[in-house]
C-alpha cells in the first residue's frame, strides 16, 4: 500500500500542479497586488512519525497576523472560546479579502502539492497538525494519527471541515487511518472537488 499510494501521489500532484497552474499564477499575481506581502506563506507542522514539516500555501493573511491574533484572543473572550474549539475563527479579520476568496475554494492549499512531491504530504490523509494542536488535543491518540503522512485533503475536508470541533475531527482520522485504501483515497478526491465549490464549514 505505501509504494503504491506514494507513486500516486508523485503522478497525481504533477498533473495537478500543470492543471492548475494558470488559476495559480493568476492567484500568486492578486495577492501581490493587492496587499504587501510575500505571495507564499510556510507554516510548521508536525509531519510523519513527529518530524517538522513546514507546509506551503498562498498567503492569505494581511502582514504580521500572528502578532494580530494574539492581541485580538487577549482581548476577545468570546474568540478565544472560538479558537479553543475549533483552532480557527469564522470571521477572522486577519484575512484580506482576495485571501477569503482563496480559503473558501481551498485555493491557497494549491503550492502544497508541492509538499507531496518532496514527500512531506500526500494527496489524501489526516490533517497536517502543529505542536500545539497535539498537545492540547491529541493525548495517547498522537502516535496513531502521526503514523501516516499527513494530506493536502483527507476525511476532514469532505465531512464538515471547520464546523467539526477538534475531537471530531479526530475521530475522523482515526476512521481513515483504519481503513485506508487507494479506494477510499480515491473517494476522497471526488468528494474535495464538489466541497471546493460548495463551501460550507469553510473558513
Known amino acids: 500500500m505505501a509504494s503504491t499510494k506514494r507513486i500516486?501521489?508523485?503522478l497525481f500532484s504533477l498533473g495537478a500542479i500543470l492543471?492548475?497552474?494558470p488559476i495559480g499564477i493568476i492567484s500568486a499575481?492578486?495577492?501581490k497586488l493587492t496587499s504587501p506581502g510575500p505571495i507564499f506563506y510556510s507554516s510548521k507542522r508536525v509531519g510523519k512519525d513527529g518530524q517538522p514539516i513546514y507546509c506551503w500555501k498562498f498567503r492569505t493573511m494581511y502582514h504580521d497576523a500572528d502578532k494580530k491574533l494574539?492581541?485580538?484572543l487577549r482581548e476577545n473572550p468570546k474568540l478565544q472560546q472560538e479558537w479553543d474549539t475549533y483552532f480557527k475563527l469564522k470571521d477572522d479579520p486577519r484575512i484580506s479579502s482576495i485571501g477569503k476568496i482563496l480559503r473558501k475554494t481551498s485555493l491557497d492549499e494549491l503550492p502544497?502539492?508541492?509538499n507531496v512531491l518532496k514527500g512531506d504530504l500526500s494527496v489524501?490523509?489526516?490533517r497536517p497538525v502543529t505542536e500545539e494542536e497535539?498537545?492540547?488535543?491529541?493525548?495517547?491518540k498522537a502516535s496513531k494519527i502521526l503514523s501516516v503522512r499527513p494530506g493536502l485533503t483527507g476525511i476532514w475536508q469532505t465531512s464538515g471541515r471547520s464546523l467539526l470541533t477538534f475531537e471530531e475531527r479526530i475521530q475522523l482520522e482515526e476512521s481513515y487511518i483504519d481503513r485506508q485504501s487507494l479506494t477510499l483515497d480515491l473517494r476522497i478526491i471526488f468528494k474535495t472537488i464538489p466541497a471546493m465549490f460548495?463551501?460550507?464549514g469553510a473558513f
Open 8 to 10: 500516486f501521489d508523485v
Open 19 to 21: 492543471f492548475f497552474l
Open 29 to 31: 499575481l492578486l495577492i
Open 70 to 72: 494574539l492581541q485580538l
Open 112 to 114: 502544497q502539492f508541492f
Open 124 to 126: 489524501v490523509g489526516p
Open 134 to 140: 497535539i498537545r492540547k488535543y491529541f493525548g495517547q
Open 198 to 200: 460548495f463551501t460550507k
